[in-house]
């Protein structure tokens, strides 16, 4: 899942607006950021490197150290630490630490292959992105769907409107999101506009994941929180 887990992250905020959106988006997104953490420490290699290359169905990394089951125990306690240190309030932690197991569930419904600890082991989930991508990325359509009518129904029931633009803006990067999983479920970039060979520099799949990744983190940094509060 790529998209549906900042949904997460805009309901835990809701939920604990004590704490901020910006760490419930990373917490939200922890195991995949520390993927691509770990494959530049060359224990998590993904392939291929070449993003014009890539599809979902065709992304090879065994997620030994960020997704599989039991380093959840220590990224849980991590979050939960920091949130708890940061803002000196123990729900904080404990929503964190949420959104963390969150994302191993969701994962397991419309994820990569993720298994106890190592390949060799139970594997964990349905690892939909390679045994059925469609059917992975409709269930994280139909998640987003359900998790932004909550957001934004618990939202007027608090007093909080929103311009129609604003609301476009956030609900348009999931459906980016969701369109652009389509666009490469099955069919690279490369075969589908017969895009030739090269390498400069800009091509790679993680760099590419991590500008993506970073870049709807921000988005979203900056527009959730761009709202009224109507006086009751």
Known sequence: MLAGHYTTALVANQKFPKGTLLFFLIASQLQDLLWFTFHYLGLERTEPTDVFNTTISNMAVDMLYSHDLIPQIIWVGIIFLIGKILFKNTKIGLAGA??????FVLDMFSGHPHHVFGAETQAVGLGNYATNVYQAIGIEAVFIIVALWYFFSQEARNGIQRTTKNKA???GLFVYG????????TVSFRDLFGIPEFDLGFNSNIPTLIFTYAGMILYLNYFVPKYMVVKK
């Open 98 to 103: 949420a959104l963390v197991v969150g994302h």
């Open 169 to 171: 803006s956030i609900i």
């Open 178 to 185: 969701v369109v652009f999983m389509l666009s490469v479920a």
